[in-house]
């Protein structure tokens, strides 16, 4: 059973227009949602994470929205750039005492054209 | 700047070979993971241990075991390599639990021939 599900599967934007992943869960526990940047040749690395006690984080042209009554959050990338093109994964954990696992979804490929 | 090193970028090896993949962290983390990463099935955690010597299935352990003799170093071991565990392998480590920050390490690309 997935528990992170993630969509599209493949996004394409033109320079400078918006990239927007989404991303639905199902556990209610779940209480910390990352995401990681993939570039090719290299592991995945955070980009942005963030807590359900807020419904929107941002970090330069990096947004997270968080809907907790619907469970999803999505990534918003403003003035897309050709430097962006990555894959995304989206991700949910609980952190409680003797939790270590993320669980991820299946990553979205972003390649943004000139 | 901190590290995840994996020993090899890229493997080649016969079927029913005994594969190790080996990984260190230069950050004195507690938790450290094996990941198996497939196009359209993104990050499937294998194994995970977050004590020396202690280890956890994740959830796609059959075909596979562990081993964690040093805090640093984190091993994955393919008992007897089958084509379908051709992949990418990425080991990942963090200092705490669920809701911190996973470091990871550039990828192993396996090939089963």
């Known amino acids: 059973q997935q528990q992170v599900k993630q969509s599209p599967q493949s996004l394409i934007v033109q320079k400078g227009g918006i990239s927007i992943i989404n991303c639905a869960y199902e556990?209610?526990?779940?209480?910390?949602f990352p995401w990681y940047q993939q570039f090719p040749g290299k592991g995945p690395a955070l980009l942005i994470a963030?807590?359900?006690?807020?419904s929107e984080k941002k970090e330069g042209r990096f947004t997270i929205s968080f809907n907790k009554s619907a469970k999803q959050f999505s990534l918003h990338i403003m003035d897309s750039q050709p430097g962006d093109s990555a894959t995304y994964f989206c991700?949910?954990?609980?952190?409680?005492?003797?939790?270590?696992?993320?669980?991820f979804g299946k990553g979205t490929k972003l390649s943004v054209i000139p | 700047d901190v590290k995840v090193t994996q020993s090899s970028r890229y493997l080649v090896k016969r079927t029913g070979e005994k594969v190790f993949l080996e990984c260190v962290q230069d950050?004195?983390?507690?938790?450290m993971f094996w990941y198996r990463q497939d196009p359209g099935l993104g990050l499937r955690l294998i194994y995970f241990?977050?004590?020396?010597?202690?280890?956890e299935k994740g959830d796609i352990p059959e075909g596979y075991s562990v081993s964690r003799e040093k805090k640093e170093r984190f091993s994955l071991i393919l008992e007897s390599a089958s084509t379908n565990q051709t992949s990418m392998y990425l080991c990942?480590?963090?200092?705490?639990?669920?809701?911190?920050?996973?470091?990871f390490g550039s990828g192993t690309q396996l090939s089963v021939l």
């Open positions: 963030i807590r359900p006690d807020v």
């Open positions: 990942a480590s963090t200092t705490g639990g669920g809701g911190e920050k996973l470091f």
């Open positions: 556990n209610t526990a779940f209480d910390y």
């Open positions: 241990s977050y004590d020396v010597k202690m280890k």
């Open positions: 991700a949910a954990s609980w952190s409680g005492a003797g939790s270590y696992q993320l669980t």
């Open positions: 950050m004195d983390h507690e938790n």
